[in-house]
């Protein structure tokens, strides 16, 4: 079992930034691929960044390529997703998620998942 919980949601400005951390507990955090995926109101959740077990890969949507990090710390069992150049239409509920693969992160086959932190981007 893996437990996820993620923190560093907030209001912020256009073109402002955050990062988002989640925190795993559980011994087995180091061989799961790690994703985030947000969902905006109204909209089905999507997905938006990936990275291998150990930090090899890592995968973004258009949307945010470029923009966005995502990284890991295995020996601190945390995820980051550093986020610049905020846009309002990444406002979201930003939650990760931990599968197997970073194809099953990519296809929102996850094994679990956290319960979200809000991202709200002001214009």
């Known amino acids: 079992q893996v437990q996820l919980v993620e923190s560093g949601g907030g209001l912020v400005q256009a073109g402002g930034s955050l990062r988002l951390s989640c925190a795993a507990s559980?011994?087995?955090?180091?061989?799961?691929?790690m994703g985030w995926f947000r969902q905006a109101p109204g909209e089905e959740r999507e997905f938006v960044a990936a990275i291998h077990w150990a930090g090899y890969n890592t995968y973004y949507s258009d949307s945010v390529k470029g923009r966005f990090t995502i990284s890991r710390d295995n020996a601190k069992n945390t995820v980051y997703l550093q986020m610049n150049s905020l846009k309002p239409e990444d406002t979201a509920v930003y939650y990760c998620?931990?599968?197997?693969?970073?194809?099953?992160?990519?296809?929102?086959?996850?094994?679990?998942w956290g319960l979200g932190t809000q991202v709200t981007v002001s214009s």
């Open positions: 559980g011994r087995t955090f180091s061989t799961y691929a």
């Open positions: 998620a931990a599968a197997r693969s970073t194809a099953a992160v990519r296809s929102g086959n996850c094994d679990f």
